[in-house]
């Protein structure tokens, strides 16, 4: 077995739509790394697209597991209440943003807990519209596809698209188009918001706004706090939920459980998946008590939602971030990689933005103009990175951004080889290749 023979025989089995953003086949991983069917071995700062972040195989979630899955493997809930069920609410009512009493529900991913803030917004305001913004990511079914902002490769060809939904733009400071900076480029967002709403669809329609506080696929852009600041004020006003999609940013990945936490701010429901239980499928709703309650019994479900061996992954990991101090690493890491490579910017012009909350962290790449998005360099920085050793992921609207999810847990000296691999693979590629401007 190879990369090679797994690669040919997956051209005649897999659908070509799933596609792989690394040729290789993995066959181990534990901690910080991956090793391949080659026998070659990866430090993993992709973590499964944010998903493992204690690292592979953590033992206490795979102890955790495997006790469970040795008492009972599947209940569903909607048949009985499984106490793991219970607790995962309580432990996620009590880490959810804010101080009000929280319920919580939940499904098993991404998409789904998005879904399913949709509609308990719609049930609980008796309204249909729902704002989402440019540069979205909200997954990748039919609603969430609707909500998701970036057309290619995600929603071309699958149309029609869910009703009701509305775009606005995305506080995207680095390119805004009103040749603003920090609090003034974020309130410039903020009127256009409420202009859009006035002028396009009332104020009295709209249910929610959907928002991620760090875009992901958008290209790891953090919301600018005046912004979210002002979205909870204007939403109140208007009688409006803030739903906050923390699929990607949530679980400690900023250094905070959930990005917002950053702004001290109560969003009225929050979306939760990936990180939440290491790797096994969970998703989950955890929304104010009050607006949770208006959604009658039976409304809501799902066969495996919450199933228990992925509600004791969570419960462990839950434990694991608390215990092993993981919100401070998550800071801590962070600071340091955009110390690094904010001094690399500095020789490095095509480095255009430098940016991100936490141990989430995105470098953007530009023309020499300095500013068109430059994509085949990001390509080429993936691809030097993996022949380096280290695995990375490209991400952003234009497809020109390099993200960094590093385990939250990885020693120092493997934040000092990724450092390293990926500062000696920007040089090279920035070097060698001449600008497309
Ligand atoms: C912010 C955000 N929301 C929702 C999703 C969808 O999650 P899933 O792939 O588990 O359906 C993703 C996935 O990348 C995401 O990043």
Redesign the pocket.
Known sequence: MSNRSIAARRASAVARAAASVHPISPVKASGSYVWDADGARYLDWTVG??VMNLGHSHPRVLDAVRRQAETFQHLCFAVGMHESYVQVAERLGQIAPGPSPKRTFLVN??????ENTVKIARVATGRQGIVAFTHA?????QL?LSLTGKADPYKAGFAPRAGEIYRAAYPYLYRNPFGLEGEAAAEAYLAQLQDLVKTTIGESEVAAFVL?PVA??GGFIPAPGTFLRGLRTYADRIGALWID?????GMGRTGRWWAVDHHDLEPDLV?S??ALASGFPL?AVVGRAEVMDKVEPAMLGSTFGGNPTACAAALATMDVIEEEGLLERAGVIGQKIRVHFEALQARQPRLGDVRGLGAMVGLEFVADDGRSPDPATVQRLVTTCREGGLLVLPTGTYGNVIRLLPPLNLRDAELEEGLSTLTAAIESVLEAVPTPA
Do not use: C, L, W
């Not at 999609?245 to 940013?249: G, H």
């Open positions: 697209i944010a991913s991404g998409a789904e807990a998005v990511f909200h997954g990748r079914t969430a991620e992901g696929e999609d923390e699929v990607q940013a979306a998946a990936k998703g």
